[in-house]
C-alpha cells in the first residue's frame, strides 16, 4: 500500500474535492504510479481528520475521472491506464541529446513533393471550388480515390460507400458516436490504440479486454468475451498491431468474422499501418463487409500533415455516419483531399509508399543489431518494435527511467484495457528519430539502461 498523505487543507474547496485534485497531481507529478494502492477510507480519514464519506467522495470523484479503481479485496488504486494518452503530444523544446522513440511518426524524409502538388493544383480550372462547401461524406472523385487506395488492402467497394474523413481518429469519431451510445460495451485487444481508450472515456463507452497472444487476438477468448452483456462492436488493428506488432493469421480472421456475425455485433477494423507491411492476409472486411467499418488512413503511408482516412462503410449505414461528420467538423477540407486524390491517380502515393517501407526496413535492420538478444516483437517494415523487459522492471517504472536518460518510449500500462494487467514491455518507435543514426543512438541508450548494474538495484513501482 502507498503511503500518500495528500495536503487537503491548504485548498479553498471542498475536502473531497481536495483529495481527487490532490490525486490528480501526484499522478501527473510521478509521486503516485499506475497500480499504487491507496490508503484504506478509514485510515486516510484518520489521517487527514475528516469523515470517511469525505474520503468515499474523494475516490468517487477520482475514478469518474479515470484516476483510480476499486476492486473488491483490493482496495482501491491507481489505475494502470491512468497516464493514457500523455505522450500523445509532441516533445516541444526538447534538447539536442533527446531521442524520442515513443510515437510512430512515419519517416518523414520519404514525404512527396508539396509544392509540386501545389503547382499542379493551380493548374486547375475549377480551383476555387475547394473553397466552397462540399457534401459531408466528400467529393465524388475524391471517394473514387478511396476505392482505388482501399482495393490495394482487399477492400472492394463502391465510392459511394467510402467516406472523406480527417484522418483516422476522425473516422474513429465518427464510428463511435454514430453507432453507440453512453453505457454500451466495445471489445478490443487487452492492450489498444490509446487514442480509442481516450475516446471512449469522452463518449461514455465501455471497453472490453479480450486476451491476445504472439499472434493477436484470440478467437476463443473473443467468443467468451462475446456473452457478456451489452456488447456492440469489435474494435480491432489486425495487422502490425499497435502496439504489440501482431498480424492476423487468415484462418483467425474467418474464426473472427464469423464468431463477429453470430453474435450480431460491428467490426471495426483500423488498418492504419497495414499497407507498411509487404504481405498481408486479406482484411476482415473480405468476410463480413456487410458488418465492418474499414479505415484506411494515409497518415502512416503517404503524409500525416494531409489528415485524409477512407472510410468504407456498409451501404446501409452511410447517411448516418455522413451526419456525423457534418456534426463533427461539417465537412473534411478538400484541399488536403484533393492533393491526395491526385497523388493516388498519379502514383506518387504508391512509390512514397515503397520509400518508407525501404526506410523502416534499413531502421530495423538497426534494432536487429543493437537489441541483439533481447526478447522483442516486429515486422521487417514495420514502425515500431514491442519489447519485452527483464523480470525487475516494470513497464512504467522503465518508462520513467529512459526519460531521465533522455529517452522517450511508451510503457505497456498507455495501451492496458480496462482491469487487465500490464506485461513488462515497452514500444519502441523506430521511425520518430530524424535519422538513422539518432535512432542508433538511442538504442543504444535503451539497452544500457536494461544492461545496467545500477538498474537491478531500483525498486519496481
Known sequence: MTIWHPDIHRKNEPKYLAIANSIDEDVHQGRLNPGDRLPPH?????????????????????????????DVGRGSYIAVDVRTGDFLTLQEGAGPDFVDLSLAFPPYAQDPDLKAALEKMIRRAHLQEFLQYQPAAGMTRHREAGVKW????????????????????????????????????????????????????????????????????????????????GVKALYTIPNL???????????????????????????????????TLEDVPRPLFAFAAERTFYIGSLSKTVAAGLRVAFLAAPARTVSHLSSAVTHTIWMSSPIPAEIAAMWIEDGTAESVLRAKREEARKRNAIA???????????KPTGYFLWLELPDHWNASAFEHEALRHQIAVVGAEQFTVGHASAPAAIRVSLTAPRNREQLSRGLAKLRNILESPEAHEKPIL
Open 42 to 70: 478509514r485510515d486516510l480519514a484518520d489521517l487527514l481528520g475528516v469523515t470517511v464519506g469525505t474520503v468515499t467522495r474523494g475516490y468517487a470523484e477520482a475514478a469518474r475521472r479515470g484516476l483510480v479503481r476499486g
Open 241 to 275: 498491431q499497435n502496439p504489440t506488432a501482431a498480424t492476423l493469421s487468415e484462418q483467425r480472421r474467418q474464426q473472427i468474422a464469423e464468431i463477429v456475425k453470430r453474435h450480431d455485433l460491428w467490426i471495426i477494423e483500423d488498418d492504419c499501418y497495414g499497407m
Open 368 to 378: 536487429e543489431t543493437q537489441f541483439a538478444g533481447l526478447r522483442y516483437r516486429s
Open 150 to 229: 482501399v482495393a490495394r488492402a482487399g477492400v472492394q467497394v463502391k465510392a459511394d460507400d467510402v467516406l472523406i474523413c480527417s484522418g483516422a481518429q476522425h473516422a474513429l469519431t465518427v464510428i463511435l458516436c454514430t453507432l453507440f451510445k453512453p453505457g454500451d460495451r466495445i471489445l478490443t485487444e487487452e492492450l489498444t490504440y490509446p487514442g480509442l481508450k481516450t475516446l471512449a472515456k469522452m463518449l461514455g463507452l465501455r471497453l472490453e479486454p479480450v486476451e491476445m497472444d504472439a499472434d493477436g487476438l484470440i478467437p476463443e477468448a473473443l467468443e467468451a468475451a462475446c456473452a457478456k452483456e
